[in-house]
């Protein structure tokens, strides 16, 4: 046997797709067309779907969360905040709301750490599929977690007597709007689900960060009862924008500065935190 033929024996095989592979001297590439990408990606999606349809129990904290904290908040504290039941529930609805959708979308990055901890990406890497599509897919799956929260929380809201004043059709855009922001801020938690060790440590980090973000704002009580030093964080904490923007929307249709103040930031955080999450999904993919 060659110099060269033990050299080759003693690397082992090389790993397929990289640099090394070749067909009839011409290297093999992983190149995936953008239609493709979006097709892979698709399918991905369908196959969260489809996990959720043979587990329902995933849809616990969609379905059995908004109902509890909309019945608890509003008969707790309705009385002693607003006077009345039907004078708190305009407050509490879109407060309840966005809590429930945007503490769901920590779930993403939970149920991404759990796939990458079983192998289920490392199957994934045998197949002829782009290798954004299970991370793309995973993330719009839970954009159906987030419709199925919204409409729990307004129906839920209608049965205890809330009517919303601005209309059906601004319902349905404080819906949108709560979902687009919820889908923007799982990129941050895909991408703790990504660099963290453990499932539980991603839940544990995401909840440091979710509970003073939707306690400390204005989805609960009125800014005013809150001492100065804590207004000041208030009145800039990107989860009193986009309650608010639910507020004018739903209860008096109308299309506030706070809406486009959260879908700016949305934006900006897709922009920041999609290229990481992606960049470090791939170093592992």
Known sequence: MSTASLDTASRGPASPGSPSDS?????????VSLADTVSHSLSMAKRGLLKIKRTPEQ?????VQPIIFTLMFTYIFGGAISGDIASYLPVIIPGILVQTVITTSVVTGVQLREDMDKG???????LPIARIAPLAGALL???????IATTLTFVMGFIMGWRASGGIGSVVLAGLAVIVCAWAISWIFAFFGVIARTASSVQGISMII???LTFLSN???????????LQGFVHVNPISHLVTAVRELANNGVVGADLVISLIGAAVIVAVFAPLTVRAYMRKA
């Open 219 to 229: 989805a609960f009580v009125p800014v005013e009862t809150m001492p100065d030093w």
């Open 210 to 212: 979710l509970f003073p």
């Open 141 to 147: 799956a839970d954009t159906v977690r987030y419709t």
């Open 59 to 63: 849809l616990i904290d969609v379905t």
């Open 120 to 126: 289920v990406f490392d199957r994934f890497r045998s």
């Open 23 to 31: 067909v009839l001297g011409r290297p093999l590439t992983n190149s």
